[in-house]
């Protein structure tokens, strides 16, 4: 285990699954200490952590609901005494549906936890960072943050909305020690791509032709981004939206 992040300590939300369980433990090998969180009661990524030798937590949490979003992160507090970096990365797709028929309650779900949420984990976890001095904080987007894909008009939206939020946190800290920044996957081999292929070889090669590198990107090339970023390599870095792709090539 590398001591890069030692005695830091990280939050990482959606951390039970694909980006964000690879981001969880790339945290907990540079030695930070990380507060795993998800929505459905898993320990897996929090047990990993341990065998590697770095400690962490599991928390329950909905990043919609404000109560939940307080709450982690004053269990992180508790458990740990401190909070130095956030991956916001709670997600949804949506239910795929066009514009047209999209459902109000599909529309208020998906911004609730992909946007909304974002805020919600900024608010109270920006005064945190901000009592260490420096810190750093990732939002996820997503390429579809960057264009337009039809069929997810919630899900395209949030993430757009979630580059413009972080821009303005990113200039609103920028003087005082916290560095906001955000990542905009491509096509990456998560459950959430299993779920929109249905995990049929037309859909799948469909999807892979979106990517000039003509295959998924794996969850470990966005941790190693993320944590990049956070890092100290990345002193200068802030209100950067970084794509991590082989070129999207959808208009």
């Known amino acids: ?94 239910t795929r549906a066009n514009t047209f028929d999209c459902t109000e309650e599909n529309w208020d779900k998906t911004i609730g936890i992909n946007l909304k949420g974002i805020w919600l984990c900024m608010k109270y976890e920006i005064p945190e960072i901000l009592k260490q001095g420096n810190g750093a904080i990732v939002n996820c987007s997503s390429v579809a943050g960057l264009i337009g894909f039809a069929g997810l008009p919630a899900y395209v939206a949030s993430k757009h909305g979630v580059i413009g939020l972080t821009k303005t946190a990113a200039l609103e800290y920028a003087t005082l020690g916290i560095r906001v920044n955000v990542v905009c996957p491509g096509v990456i081999q998560t459950p959430m791509i299993d779920r929109l292929t249905g995990k049929t070889k037309e859909a799948i090669e469909q999807f892979k032709g979106l990517e000039p590198l003509g295959r998924f990107g794996q969850p470990e090339e966005i941790a190693n981004s993320v944590v990049w970023m956070c890092s100290d390599e990345a002193s200068f870095v802030t209100g950067h939206a970084m794509a991590v792709d082989g070129g999207f090539v959808a208009q």
Not at 57 to 70: E, G, L, N, R
């Open 1 to 94: 285990m590398e001591t890069a992040f030692k005695n830091k300590v990280a939050i990482v939300t959606g951390g039970s699954s694909g980006i964000g369980k690879a981001t969880a433990l790339a945290f907990a090998k540079k030695g930070a200490k990380v507060a795993v969180v998800d929505w459905i009661e898993n320990n897996e990524t929090v047990n990993l952590i341990k065998e590697m030798g770095s400690e962490a937590i599991f928390i329950k949490c909905d990043v919609s609901k404000t109560a939940d979003v307080k709450t982690m992160v004053e269990k992180t507090i508790a458990a740990f005494g401190r909070l130095d970096y956030a991956f916001n990365n709670a997600g949804i797709e949506g």
